[in-house]
């Protein structure tokens, strides 16, 4: 993979890691002008719109780290509460480690290393994603990334502990998962300082982990009771052996299945050639790197069997993709090395990339810029009006937690409270939901169909109704 020319002249590769930067970047930023939110973020949107002390309240309450929950309060306090300002705040993680990761990753193993990983970050799947969504994920592939390059760092140059061990605690303040990864890495370091049997090492290893523990401590402390306040209630969907499966092939999932069987298919092609060419400089750090999302996986579903219920979902390994995909970065480099730079071989590379980014580019996009969210909200705009109440019929907590961000004023009752409603009532109606319209005639309304919405993942009829 040479370097491009510019009017007789090669490009630096500083300059050409700049412009890819700046490309991703830029990508990641056309993603954010939007109000387009599903259940997860409508929730993390409505508990930073509350003020200062029912945010406080409200994290203390959750299940998850303070950092997204407070850190996005004080930008709305600054820049005004809108949907754009939390998703700038959730993708500058990704245009900081873009820029700086690249950047150290150049300086520890050169350019092609670099440019492959910072290639990846906003073309493999899920990044574009998660790297826009009003949640916590992009902090901690931040996090979880910066801490892999310093993990790279100690085992190929003998760095000190001392970025990796900050960037892991910063980890903790985010995610649960994200320190998951990142203590897995910690394990990785210790098996390695144990096989060397580096006294010197181990003992940096120990003094830097009572460190760690030590700045984590306040978090540490705060999970512990999040974790017994919400473990009554707290579980995620059943986890099964299609569940493990879908969740060990995550970090290659498209919505074009070929384009995922190819992605996958090309990786174990690399990690063979990588296996069996003579060069093996990094080869055994990559392989590390990627193994920490699967022992992320493994981590996941032990505490769950432990625990009795699920407590895990692939989306917590989204942090890990970070580390993943720099392993894999750093193993194609090795395997270009192994076919002598052949420019077939980058070809193959430079249009798998390029699929793969028109694939997920795209369907970020139509999820982000859904013109169905537009739609609703001009109808709703238009027709809701003070002292509105709304029936939403069976279990749907998305449309509940969704329309509390949206319309905050529009109160949520039952058939029996109905009754006491000022304004207009209003029947959200989930799929063939023949009882809820049998219960409007029971209560003596009729039900007078409106019109039928969607927005993100979810749709419903909506009826106004009306007394006889």
């Known amino acids: 993979m040479n370097l491009p020319f510019s009017d007789g002249k090669r490009l630096s590769a500083e300059t050409i890691l700049?412009?890819?930067?700046?490309?991703?970047?830029?990508?990641?930023?056309?993603?954010?002008?939007?109000?387009?939110?599903?259940?997860?973020?409508?929730?993390?949107?409505?508990?930073?719109?509350?003020?200062?002390?029912?945010?406080?309240?409200?994290?203390?309450?959750?299940?998850?780290?303070?950092?997204?929950?407070?850190?996005?309060?004080?930008?709305?306090?600054?820049?005004?509460?809108?949907?754009?300002?939390?998703?700038?705040?959730?993708?500058?993680?990704?245009?900081?480690?873009?820029?700086?990761?690249?950047?150290?990753?150049?300086?520890?193993?050169?350019?092609?290393?670099?440019?492959?990983?910072?290639?990846?970050?906003?073309?493999?799947?899920?990044?574009?994603?998660y790297g826009v969504e009003i949640r916590m994920y992009s902090w901690g592939v931040f996090a979880c990334g910066m801490a892999a390059l310093y993990f790279v760092d100690i085992l190929e140059n003998r760095a000190s502990f001392r970025g990796f061990l900050l960037f892991s605690v910063f980890a903790g303040y985010i995610h649960h998962f994200a320190l998951v990864s990142c203590g897995m890495m910690w394990f990785l370091l210790l098996i390695i300082r144990a096989y060397k049997k580096d006294t010197d090492s181990i003992r940096d290893y120990f003094k830097s982990l009572c460190l760690f523990f030590l700045l984590y401590l306040p978090g540490l402390l705060l999970s512990a009771y999040q974790i017994k306040n919400a473990g009554s209630w707290f579980s995620m969907a059943p986890l099964t052996l299609n569940s493990i499966l879908s969740d060990l092939r995550f970090p290659f999932v498209t919505n074009v299945t070929a384009l995922s069987a190819l992605l996958l298919l090309c990786l174990c092609f690399t990690v063979f050639i990588a296996v069996i060419q003579p060069v093996k400089k990094y080869f055994s750090t990559g392989l590390l790197l990627l193994s920490v999302l699967y022992l992320t996986v493994l981590f996941g579903y032990g505490v769950s069997f432990m625990a009795g219920k699920s407590l895990f979902t692939a989306r917590y390994l989204v942090p890990s993709l970070a580390v993943f995909w720099l392993g894999a970065a750093m193993l194609f480099d090795l395997t270009i090395i192994a076919f002598n730079d052949n420019r077939y071989m980058s070809g193959v590379l430079a249009a798998l990339i390029a699929a793969t980014l028109v694939t997920s580019y795209l369907q970020t996009f139509r999820e982000e810029y859904d013109p169905d969210v537009t739609y609703m909200k001009e109808f709703f705009d238009e027709n809701l009006g003070e002292g509105d109440a709304c029936i939403i019929s069976g279990e749907n907590p998305g449309l509940q937690i969704c329309f509390g961000y949206y319309y905050p004023g529009l109160k949520r009752t039952n058939w029996k409270n109905a009754g006491t409603t000022k304004g207009n009532l209003w029947l959200f109606v989930s799929g063939e939901n023949s009882k809820a319209l049998e219960n409007a005639g029971k209560y003596g309304y009729n039900p007078v169909y409106t019109g039928d919405f969607a927005f993100d993942r979810y749709s419903f009829s909506l009826y106004k109704l009306e007394k006889p």
């Open 18 to 129: 700049l412009i890819t930067a700046v490309i991703g970047s830029t990508l990641y930023i056309s993603l954010v002008f939007n109000d387009n939110l599903w259940m997860d973020e409508a929730f993390t949107a409505s508990l930073i719109r509350g003020d200062i002390n029912d945010v406080i309240r409200d994290t203390v309450s959750d299940t998850l780290p303070p950092f997204y929950n407070l850190t996005g309060k004080l930008l709305t306090l600054i820049f005004g509460f809108s949907p754009v300002v939390l998703k700038l705040f959730s993708c500058l993680p990704m245009v900081m480690l873009l820029f700086f990761g690249g950047r150290k990753l150049f300086s520890m193993l050169g350019f092609r290393s670099a440019f492959l990983y910072e290639l990846f970050l906003f073309s493999m799947p899920h990044f574009l994603h």
